[in-house]
């Protein structure tokens, strides 16, 4: 990813423009780009560079570059919040993109209501983001619940009814966990146990024995990053041998690489098509231009950049020229029925939730998710 970075209040302030010191379209974004998430969220914004950085090669919008200016909050929702006042009170954007986290990303809301700025493909499936509507958020990806409904409905399929949960004591954690209940009376079974863990410091000395004995057939893993990969390789250590499962938040070959030997096996959700399906006109086309740029193959999270950054642009393209907030919200709005490569995306006053797409991973000996 081509950033500069400038060191001030927050930690890091990245521009995902090459060589562009003034640019007419300023696009904000918080992010974790340090903390648990940093993994993901490097991916993520290296696949939102690549295309966003190939629109600017080509002349920007109407003849006006874009610049995503990205703050670091830590995976701290307190930090996002003050990073998204700064990045609308005193940088100017015009809208924000691809937040990470579901407290950090609610507890934003009101922030956009008061300025009217729109904030595209956020990083989280909570139905709250979906459902009811919030004016001023895009959703990209599908939501968590549906995620872990299919999971548990596949097991299921497979004679797995033996399965507890494991979820990080937060609105993402709770939002899981109900379409974890959602799934289990789907299928008319009722949940081994229920876990969970602290968010900002989690500890899994006292639950992976209890998990243990219940010697459950799956687990589903509901958290992030390294806390995911901490209390798996807990489960694992305390003598757990049944399936894991864990959401698309944790897509990507950082975390693969942070599982290390424990990564094998593991099952993944995953809201955008393979990152090797050449069916989709969408991926070809985020494969050719990492190619060209020489960054070896495309993970989960980059897919997600990538597409939520055309979202974006689109939604700028739709903004006319000089597009600001008001702009920006009504361009994204005005989307229907688009093609953006295989992925049909529709919003409207009434529905902001974006793609249905959802799927199951499981990452191989080679490291690799395959479907």
Known sequence: MHAIFKLGRVAAIASLVLGVAHAQILIGQTVGITGSAAATVAESMQGAALYIDHVNARGGVGGQKIEVVSLDDKFDPKLTLENTVTLIEQKGVIGLFMTRGTPHTQGIMPVLDQHGVALVGPSTGAIALHQPVSKYIFNVRAPYQREVEKAITHLNTLGVKQIGVVHVDDTFGADGLAGAQAGFKANGIEALFVEKFDRAKPDYSAIAPRVAQKQPQAVIFIGTGAAVVDGIKALRAAGVTGQIVTLSNNASGGFVKALGSQA??????????????????????????????????????????????????????????????????????????????????????????????????????DGRFKR
Do not use: C
């Not at 995953?270 to 495309?298: H, T, W």
């Not at 529709?346 to 902001?352: G, I, L, N």
């Open 264 to 365: 094998r096996g593991v099952v993944v959700t995953q809201v955008f098509p393979s990152e090797r399906s050449l069916n989709y006109p969408v991926i070809k086309e985020a494969m050719d231009l990492a190619r060209a740029r020489s960054l070896g193959d495309l993970t989960p999270a980059m897919v997600e950049g990538f597409v939520s950054a055309k979202v974006l642009v689109e939604g700028i393209r739709r903004a006319g020229p000089r597009p600001d907030r008001g702009k920006l919200h009504a361009g994204l709005e005005s989307i229907r029925k688009w093609d953006l490569g295989g992925l049909e995306l529709s919003y409207s006053a009434t529905d902001h939730s974006g793609l249905d797409f959802s799927d199951l991973s499981i990452i191989g000996s």
